[in-house]
């Protein structure tokens, strides 16, 4: 099966960068569509990107669209999120999830899509 851990998590001022990334063990990685997730306290989860396996889609929730970026290095069995302009509302445990079937319309902004999870990094952005 795959196994994914995420790292690159920490404290950052408003404003600023911060790069995630996810790597993957196990099954082959390039067949998998990759996502990126977020839950603060007492929050859902709520989608943030997904990117599809040759990582030539991608797909955005609003409100981060123009600020992430998610890529992937299927050489490196890694998926990335970089973060600019972060803002404290930002703040939350980030996931990253690879999915084995295909999406649909929606491509892969639903949870449901995925079926492996990582353990999730904190991201803290401080006013």
């Known amino acids: 099966q795959v196994q994914l851990v995420e790292s690159g998590g920490g404290l950052v001022q408003a404003g600023g960068s911060l790069r995630l990334s996810c790597a993957a063990s196990?099954?082959?990685?390039?067949?998998?569509?990759m996502g990126w997730f977020r839950q603060a306290p007492g929050k859902e989860r709520e989608f943030v990107a997904a990117?599809?396996?040759?990582?030539?889609?991608?797909n955005y929730a609003y409100s981060v669209k123009g600020r992430f970026t998610i890529s992937r290095d299927n050489a490196k069995n890694t998926v990335y999120l970089q973060m600019n302009s972060l803002k404290p509302e930002d703040t939350a445990v980030y996931y990253c999830?690879?999915?084995?079937?295909?999406?649909?319309?929606?491509?892969?902004?639903?949870?449901?899509?995925?079926?492996?999870w990582g353990q999730g990094t904190q991201v803290t952005v401080s006013s």
């Open positions: 990117i599809n396996w040759s990582g030539s889609m991608t």
């Open positions: 196990g099954r082959t990685f390039g067949n998998y569509a």
């Open positions: 999830a690879a999915a084995t079937r295909y999406s649909g319309g929606s491509f892969y902004s639903a949870a449901s899509s995925y079926d492996y």
